[in-house]
C-alpha cells in the first residue's frame, strides 16, 4: 500500500470516524492477517473470530491510530497475541509448541498490490505468483510480509519468534529462486520474439 493512501485512511479513520476508510483498510490487511492467524492455529473459524476482534478492537481505539508507527506490525501482532490468549484459554502453556515455523505460512496466499500490478502485464503477473507460491512456507510466509505488507526484517524476526538472520537468509533465498524463475521467463520471452 502505497505510504500517502494509508496516511490518508489512518486520517479518515482516526478523526473523522470514516467507516468507508476502514472498510478499506480492512479489506487490504485482513487476506494475509487470516492466512497468518490460520497457519498459527490450524483452525480458520476461530482465527476469522480473532482477526475481526483485532479490527473490532481497532475502530474502538481509532483515536490512538496515528500514534502506531507501522500498522502492518501492530496488526500482525495484535492477532499473534490472539491467537496466543485462545491457546492459553484452552489449557495450552506455550503456542510456539503447537506450532512449527516449517508450518508457518503453508496456506500463505501471495498476491501483488494494485501498484505492482500496474507496472506489470498479465502474463508476467501469473508467472510472478506462480514463483513465489512455489517458495517454502516459510520462505513465502515471510516475503509477504515484507514485501507485500511492509514490515521490517526486526519486526518479522520478532513476529515469528526466529533470528533476523534467519530472516535474511529466506528473503535471499526467495530472491534468488525469483530472479532465476524470472530469467528463464525472459530468455522464453526473448525466444518467442525472435
Known sequence: MQPQRLS????????????????????????????????????KPVAEEICVDVFLKLWQNR?????????????????????????????????????????????????????????????????????????PPKCRLIFKLIKEDGLKYAEVAQLLEISVKTVENQMNIAMKKLADILAVMIEDHKKRVS
Open 8 to 43: 490518508y485512511l489512518i486520517h479518515a479513520i482516526s478523526e473523522n470516524s470514516n467507516e468507508q476508510a476502514f472498510d478499506e483498510l480492512f479489506r487490504i490487511y485482513y487476506p494475509g492477517l487470516l492466512s497468518y492467524t490460520t497457519d498459527l492455529l490450524k483452525d
Open 63 to 135: 483515536k490512538m491510530l496515528p500514534t502506531v508507527r507501522n500498522l502492518s506490525h501492530y496488526l500482525y501482532i495484535a492477532a499473534k497475541h490472539g491467537a496466543i490468549s485462545y491457546w492459553r484459554s484452552k489449557g495450552y502453556k506455550d503456542l510456539r509448541r503447537s506450532i512449527s515455523i516449517e508450518d508457518a505460512g503453508e496456506h500463505f496466499v501471495y498476491e501483488l498490490s494494485n501498484h505492482e500490478l500496474r507496472l506489470i502485464n498479465k502474463e508476467t503477473f501469473q508467472q510472478i505468483n506462480i514463483a513465489v507460491s512455489s517458495l
